[in-house]
């Protein structure tokens, strides 16, 4: 067998360019493909298996084995060499097949009589595509040049693939990006949307992944490698100085765009036959399999810096970009890998739903999307390779689970299910002006979260009474620098204009933890939910403190203000800030501006330690909120963003209620105004169990007021109470069992 040249293989390449061209049906482009690789490695056996569904691969063309096994033999993920290729993503080459691990004999095909064996994966950017194998009588190991020669014929196969060129008549292949997909993903924020699919990225589409003359291909690939490399030079001498984190990706970057490898591989494939950008695909192919199989999520990063320099690189190749002159649907559902903050709001309300491949509940763009009320998706694997732009999907932000080109009976169940929630908006519209009385008299005030302009207008909307919680840190954390003071000024008076009137909770600044501002030294901390966050920053940094307190003062202009501070875990921390306050008054009477009509300063309770604070510090205090999720992952010691435990304990779990109770009973010594705002307050069963336990002012996302009212105007909290109390004697862990059985009994 002599060695495979440079030249055979792009002889071959342009075989397949030609087969690739002619305009016969997809099966029979497969199976002169299949013919044409096996004469060209002089080998008995060529096969393409592809991929049927996840799990299923199936023989689709073969020169070699038996015809009447072609669409017959199927093998699952995992099953004989040819699915353990395509698992393992890796190559098989073995001189002995049938002594080879895995090894399972497919009689239908007769492949009994071939000894060698050699398996390569067909996949595009980390996707498994199928399986290319070619086999031989003769007992030998393929060459590492033969190899080399088939990865780059799978390539070209994947971008087929990828093209649709296998698709039609007598194929049996259904196209890909044509079938109904399901993908279950997290929730994010809850809701049903249906629409069509608007990519934040669009895919760089490769039309010619074999190269006409290597000479150019070389010159294309040079030419853009140095533009990717000036790039990269910029944005490390833009990046800002102190900004360690960025410089060090920058510098990966760097790093990888000078590598010798990854140019020299790139080159051998071209010179093999391959476009530049195919070469560069191959590249990220490999990197992307690798992801998946990384331990080490250092290691994980930088190939993910590599993906992503591929991709610029392929942008630069290709000129496909943002620009891509493809117009936004007029339903978008916005489909990503992961997005910020600020160029989520850059797409602002005109979003349907929003699908994130990666992303996390407490990631910024989650914050966001909830503010904005667009139903999200987390964490929906797959969906990048699977959606195009157009696409028809069905968002189920509720159960975390979207819809791509869902088939008929999927669009008329869902179709119902937003049917049913347009009704029971319809239901809570017409409570929107109805106090949340209890059927036993007790009227509960029912605010708002908010934390952005755009949340503003559901101040009308939701019926909300006031702004229970303003999450000031969100205007720093969608911004690339810190915001001024007259910036900021201007932005509080117009919350303050939009409220009408109505309170305003403004919370300062509550980063540290999750919320790590972009422009920032980030603190390199072992817990920093444990950590240097909220007041603890305002308190040992006080400039932005009084940097925010100044534009607060400065927004109100003589209208009422009401201002809480974050995470006090002592009273001695409240002392502190509220001097900062009068400070900041002083100075502001001395410098001749107006002051606010009256001044409201609170703090949230957000650690077990303030319920046990000396009754003075309830007697001091103006009012209190109770922040149930920093709350409650204190209490149970469990964090709120890992997955695994944040569901764990339940928030009517009789230890945790009767913490509530407990600071209730302090506040009403004390004549202390208390309110609770975290999520559990939009949760219409917990803010029921909560008002039952003498809460009297909730505070939760707006789209919750009408669900949670609805059910407070129809319940008796003396009968709720009792409920508790009863389940409390008998010793129940959680009050939850008891309270849907009382539900359940008054229907
Ligand atoms: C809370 O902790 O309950 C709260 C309302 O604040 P955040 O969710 O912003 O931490
Ligand atoms: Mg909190």
């Known amino acids: 067998m002599p060695e495979r040249t440079e030249s055979e293989s792009r002889r071959l390449l342009g075989r397949l360019r030609d087969a690739m061209a002619s305009d ?28 049927r569904d996840d799990v299923t691969l199936e023989l689709c063309a073969t020169e070699g084995l038996k015809p009447e096994s072609v669409h017959q033999t199927r093998m699952k993920l995992g099953e004989g060499l040819v699915g353990r290729v395509a698992k393992s993503r890796q190559i098989i080459n073995t001189p002995n097949a049938p002594g080879a691990k895995g090894f399972r004999y497919m009689p239908e095909t007769g492949e009994e009589v071939f000894s060698s064996f050699l398996g390569i994966p067909v996949q595009r950017l980390g996707e498994a595509l199928g399986v290319l194998v070619v086999q031989s009588r003769e007992a030998r190991e393929f060459s590492a040049d033969e190899v080399y020669a088939l990865e780059v014929v799978a390539m070209v196969l994947a971008e ?42 669009p895919r760089v589409v490769v039309a010619n992944p074999i190269a006409d003359d290597p000479a150019v291909e070389l010159k294309r690939l040079q030419n853009a490698v140095e533009e ?104 978008p559902i916005l489909i990503a890998r ?62 975390g689970v979207v819809h791509l080109r869902p088939d008929d009976s999927v669009v008329t169940a869902f179709r119902d299910k937003i049917a049913m929630q347009a009704d029971a908006l319809e239901r809570y519209a017409s409570i929107r002006d109805k106090p949340a009385e209890t059927r036993c008299g007790a009227v509960i005030g029912m605010h708002m979260n908010a934390g952005l302009m755009a949340d503003l207008p559901s101040l009308d909307g939701s019926g ?19 915001p001024t003071r007259t910036e900021l000024a201007a932005l509080y008076a117009r919350v303050l204009d939009a409220a009408h009137g109505k309170r305003v909770v403004f919370r300062t600044l509550d980063i540290g933890s999750d919320k790590v501002l972009p422009y920032m030294k980030p603190t390199d901390e072992p817990n920093p939910a444990l950590g240097w966050r909220a007041i603890r920053v305002g308190l040992d940094k006080p400039g932005i403190m009084r940097m925010q307190l100044q534009a607060l003062l400065r927004a109100a202009n003589g209208r ?65 909120s109770i922040g149930g999720n920093d709350l409650k992952q204190f209490f149970f010691a469990a964090d709120r963003e890992n997955e695994r435990v944040r569901r764990r ?42 008002a039952a336990i003498g809460l009297r002012t909730l505070s939760m996302r707006p789209a919750s007021i009408g669900p949670v009212k609805s059910l407070l105007r129809r319940v008796n909290l003396d009968e709720v109470r009792q409920v508790i109390a009863d389940a409390r004697h008998r010793g129940d862990m959680s009050v939850r069992p008891a309270i849907m059985e009382y539900l359940r009994a008054q229907g």
Not at 28 to 51: G, P, Q, W
Not at 169 to 183: D, F, K, T, Y
Not at 342 to 351: F, P, Q, V
């Open 649 to 690: 304990y339940d928030t009517l779990n009789v230890s945790f209620l009767s913490l509530i109770e407990k600071i209730v009973e302090r506040c009403a010594i004390s004549n202390t105004p208390l309110s609770f705002c975290g999520e559990d307050a939009g949760r219409p069963i917990e803010a029921m169990c909560l």
């Open 560 to 624: 009422p203000l009401t201002v809480m501070f974050p995470f006090v875990a002592q009273f001695e921390e409240y002392r502190a800030a509220r001097a900062e306050v009068d400070k900041t008054i002083a100075r502001e009477k001395r410098l001749g501006h107006v002051l606010p009509e009256t001044i409201e300063i609170g703090a949230m309770l957000e650690t077990p330690s303030l319920a046990f604070a000396p009754q003075k510090f309830f007697d001091e205090v103006e009012f209190l």
């Open 338 to 399: 992961n997005i910020g903050p600020a160029e989520l709001l850059d797409y602002g309300r005109s979003l349907r739903g929003i699908v994130l491949e990666e992303g996390s509940v407490g990631s910024h763009a989650a914050i966001v999307a909830r503010a904005l009320a667009i139903p999200l998706v987390v964490r929906a694997g797959r969906i990048i390779s699977e959606a195009l732009n157009g696409d028809h999907v069905m968002v189920d932000g509720d159960q």
């Open 464 to 482: 909300a009474e006031g702004v229970g919680l303003f999450r000031t840190e969100l205007q720093f954390l969608v911004r690339n620098k810190m």
């Open 228 to 331: 990717l490399r000036v790039g990269v030079d910029k944005m490390l001498d833009m990046a800002a100085i102190g900004d360690k984190e960025q410089r060090q990706v920058l510098e990966a970057y760097r790093m990888f765009a000078n590598s010798k490898g990854w140019m020299r591989r790139m080159e051998e494939d071209i010179a093999r036959g391959l476009s530049a950008e195919a070469a560069v695909e191959k590249e990220q192919s490999l990197a992307r399999s690798r992801i998946g199989q990384a331990q080490d999520s250092y290691l994980r990063e930088r190939l993910s810096d590599l993906d992503d320099l591929s991709n610029r690189l392929l942008r630069i190749l290709t000129g496909q970009g943002s620009e891509t002159g493809a117009e936004m649907p007029a339903d």
């Open 160 to 201: 087929m693939t990828e093209l649709g060129a296998f698709v039609g008549e007598g194929a049996a292949l259904s196209a890909r990006h044509q079938q109904p997909v399901l993908i279950r993903g997290t929730t994010g924020q809850e809701g049903a949307a249906e629409g069509h699919v608007w990519l934040h990225e």
């Open 24 to 51: 016969e049906a997809g099966q029979a482009r497969l199976n002169k493909i299949t013919h044409l690789i096996a004469d060209s490695m002089r080998s008995e056996v060529c096969s393409i298996y592809l991929f």
